[in-house]
């Protein structure tokens, strides 16, 4: 803060000693909005996040995600739009991730943490669940969100790991024991959550800071002084359009950035997946190996 | 010449307004980044206690089914009673945080916690407990209890680390300082927590 203090009172002296005010209060007034914006860009947080062993949410975003490729493609697809399907009727986002390794971590942290990261569930509801499979460690994982773990106990999620995956899985058949799995749980979730009528429309906040604040200051100052400056011809002309456009573009960039930041990710439409709601997990669930 | 030096002057003043609703909107964001950290940090705590009053919970139906099955490790039940019952007459204040009654907190948990991995291991000589479905429930739920209680311990580390280093920074240090704000304490990781029941022989 300081320098700029002492940047102003420099400029205000020089100011006062030139008689041709017009020019240099533009200038003073641009250099501000330089300086201003400059501030105000350093104040945005960098957007840093510790990288981990999670895979990054796909895009486009899917359901199932058999990274280990424990499916065929139409096995994979067919479950896939059974879990859209499930999705669209209920809201409810039953993901199922398949990995090579969980390299060295425990597999209840993993599937609570790609739950997590990922989004799984809508954010209000908590009505995520994740069923992960890792193929090298022979490991499985039922993790509930916070919505459906009052359902989905931790007791319920360890019979539906013995009774359909386990089974299954020893005689290597993923999709049977994959399928059985979600008609397990979906039939046990049933009836606890609906899909919102014409959900996912989200309300666009305005944002108003000081800043921008400032920027319609400014306006106003060089509203008046163009008032002020009437009789004198030649400012009245100068200051009226040139800077009307100025101000107007930096204006209209300071609020679109402000709007961009807001959280974009319901592309998809059609029959393929919108994307993933921002639920959370909480270490819910249960896992077995086979 | 008066009209020049008038347009002079309200630029003038223009800038100290500029510099005052600055300076104004600089401490106000800074406390109020505060307030929502320090709330942030509040809110995980309570899913924190949440999470061990879950555990609290499920210890009077455990030690009833381990009874019946169980009748000569009376100790070891006792154990955990009382362990528990320690642990539910800590109370701490959330508007007080600091490492002194966070590692108070803890040392109790961690207590039932051993008494807990004590009953687990010698619930091993007896078969039949082991094929009992309610007892099978209890553990599982008992097992996600503790994965929820590392989550959650992790996520309040978290949110307090983000306070303590926005509370420990310039010029938040002086506004804090000023408002009343406090540094918070961690859960330090506890060995008996997260190890697996091993058998001791005492």
Redesign the interface.
Same mark, same amino acid.
């Given at each position: 803060?300081l320098p700029q203090?002492a940047n102003?009172k420099a400029n *205000?002296k020089v100011?006062?000693k030139v *008689?041709n &005010?017009s020019k240099y209060?533009a200038q003073?007034v641009k250099g501000?909005f330089l300086l201003a914006s400059l #501030?105000w860009i350093m104040s945005f947080p960098l957007l840093s996040k510790a990288k981990s062993t999670i895979p990054a949410r796909p895009d486009p975003p899917h359901l199932v995600n058999d990274f280990a490729q424990l499916l065929n493609q139409s096995e994979s697809e067919t479950l896939e739009q059974k879990l859209i399907e499930y999705e669209k009727k209920t809201s409810t986002q039953i993901a199922i991730v398949t990995i090579e390794s969980l390299e060295e971590e425990e597999i209840? +942290?993993y599937a %609570?943490q790609l739950g997590h990261e990922w989004g799984i569930g809508q954010k209000d509801k908590g009505n995520g669940v994740v069923l992960l499979v890792s193929k090298g460690d022979r490991k499985m994982f039922i993790a509930t969100g916070y919505g459906t773990e009052t359902i989905l %106990? +931790?007791?319920v999620? &360890?019979r539906i790991i013995e009774q359909d995956l386990i089974p299954n899985f020893k005689q290597g058949n993923y999709n049977a024991g994959l399928n059985q799995a979600f008609a397990h749980i979906s039939g046990l979730l049933d009836g606890s959550f609906k899909a919102d009528s014409l959900n996912t429309s989200q309300s666009t906040k305005i944002r108003i +800071?000081? #800043?921008s604040?400032?920027f319609l200051?400014?306006i106003l100052?060089q509203f008046?002084?163009s008032i002020? =400056?009437k @009789? @004198?011809k030649t400012y009245g002309r100068r200051g009226g359009l040139a800077d009307s456009i100025f101000w107007g573009s930096a204006l209209g960039s300071s609020w679109g950035s402000g709007s961009s930041s807001s959280f974009k990710d319901f592309s998809g439409g059609g029959g393929s997946f919108g994307g993933f709601g921002g639920g959370d997990? =909480? !270490? =819910? !669930?249960?896992g077995g190996s086979w | 010449m008066k009209k020049p030096i008038l347009i002079t002057l309200g630029i003038i003043v223009g800038v100290i307004a500029l510099i005052g609703i600055l300076a104004f909107s600089i401490f106000g964001g800074t406390y109020n980044q505060l307030v929502s950290l320090d709330e942030n940090a509040k809110s995980s705590w309570s899913q924190v206690e949440n999470v061990y009053q879950r555990r609290l919970d499920l210890i009077p139906n455990l030690v009833s089914t381990v009874k019946g099955y169980a009748k000569f490790e009376k100790e070891t039940l006792v154990g955990v009673i009382e362990a528990r019952a320690k642990a539910t007459s800590v109370n701490i204040n959330p508007d007080k945080l600091d490492a002194g009654s966070i590692q108070k907190f803890q040392e109790a948990q961690s207590g039932l916690s051993s008494a807990l991995s004590k009953l687990m291991v010698v619930v091993e000589k007896y078969p039949d407990l082991k094929a009992n479905q309610n007892f099978l429930e209890l553990q599982s739920q008992l097992e996600g209890t503790e994965n929820r209680i590392a989550v959650e311990r992790k996520r309040f580390n978290d949110t307090v680390q983000e306070y303590n280093t926005y509370l420990r920074k310039f010029p938040q240090s002086l506004i804090a300082g000023m408002m009343g704000f406090e540094k918070k304490g961690y859960f330090e990781s506890d060995a008996a927590a997260k190890k697996a029941p091993t058998i001791s022989f005492e």
């Open positions: 803060m203090r102003i *205000n100011i006062s *008689n &005010k209060s003073l501000f #501030l209840a +942290d %609570t %106990t +931790d007791a999620c &360890k +800071d000081p #800043l604040l400032i200051f400014f100052v008046l002084s002020f =400056g @009789n @004198n997990f =909480g !270490g =819910g !669930g249960a | -």
